[in-house]
């Protein structure tokens, strides 16, 4: 399982990622944008992923 953490781009490290399955309302697996199975990290660029900070779709979130 890939780690499940990704660079913000703005060097201030790393942003904690929920896995499939732990988004609310949870997202069904397999991930209907990436594929991914339930506990497995959304493959970058998912619109399904969700951000850990706000709640907000994780592509289109400001504070990732």
Do not use: I, K
């Amino acid at each position: 399982m890939r780690d499940a953490r990704r660079s913000s781009g703005e060097g201030d490290g790393e942003v904690a990622r929920l896995r499939v399955g732990q988004e609310t309302p949870p997202c069904e697996s397999p991930c209907p944008g990436c594929g991914a199975y339930y506990f497995a990290v959304h493959e970058d660029g998912c619109e399904y992923e969700q951000c850990l900070r706000c709640g907000g779709q994780l592509v289109a979130c400001s504070c990732a």
